[in-house]
């Protein structure tokens, strides 16, 4: 139940039921991945149930996928909606401009394809997600498992020229294999402390053969909901120019706080 939440876990809560305030009926919609954008998979869930709100969604993950089916969002692939007219996502890092570090969850190479298809972009994130420059939290990066060694010397090779706090690069593992992204690639974490020109260094990674895409979001996102763990909301238009503080109520509901086992 709401009251057995966690301040952080309410935090995400309260950003993920205002993003699907801006659902519209027969909206088609990008669902972003992580434990923020699960909130708002059950929160979609229950407009649908609710109010009858007809949407389509498109998952960035197959966890998403099973979430979102199990709370009664229709699912189709991005090749069938083609474009889409909100993409609603969690980050691991957003700046003043909203640029983003994606790919804490593995899903940044979908995550960035679904955004970039998308009209509007929202992020949804507690309040330790802002950052006054991106870097702290580890940049994804996903590469193709053929010649990954070689893939990520260049990497290093790349670091060395760019305005980075910090250069070392590790594979991403799970247990003792290397964690394979739902494309079946691998990803390395470049733990870089500060980075100073992410627009450039998002340019440059791609630029390595074997990098399949990296986990900075630049430009790509139109609005930031910041919650809190006492309910409080920050709405945040980089378009608009525009920061709204609301407050969201907890509200007691049967299906939202099940354990779907996401
Ligand atoms: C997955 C992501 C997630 O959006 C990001 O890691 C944030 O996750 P969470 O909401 O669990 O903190 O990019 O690839």
Known sequence: ?????SPIDKAKFVAAKRAVDFVQDGMKLGLGTGSTAAWMV???GE???DEGLRVTGVPTSTRTAELARQVGVTVTSLDDAKWLDLTIDGADEFDANLALIK????ALLQEKIVATASDQMIVIADAAKEVAQLGAFPLPVEVIPFGWQTTKALIEETLV???????????RMNGDRPLLTDEANYIVDLHLNRIGNARQLALVLNQIPGVVENGLFIDICDMVIIGHGDGRVQVRDINAGTESD???EFAASDNIFADLGD
């Open 246 to 248: 609301e407050r969201i």
């Open 103 to 106: 790919g804490g969850g593995a």
């Open 161 to 171: 020229a760019m305005d980075v706090l910090n250069r070392d690069v590790t594979l």
């Open 42 to 44: 059950r929160c979609l």
């Open 47 to 49: 407009r649908i149930r």
């Open 1 to 5: 139940m709401p009251a057995e939440l």
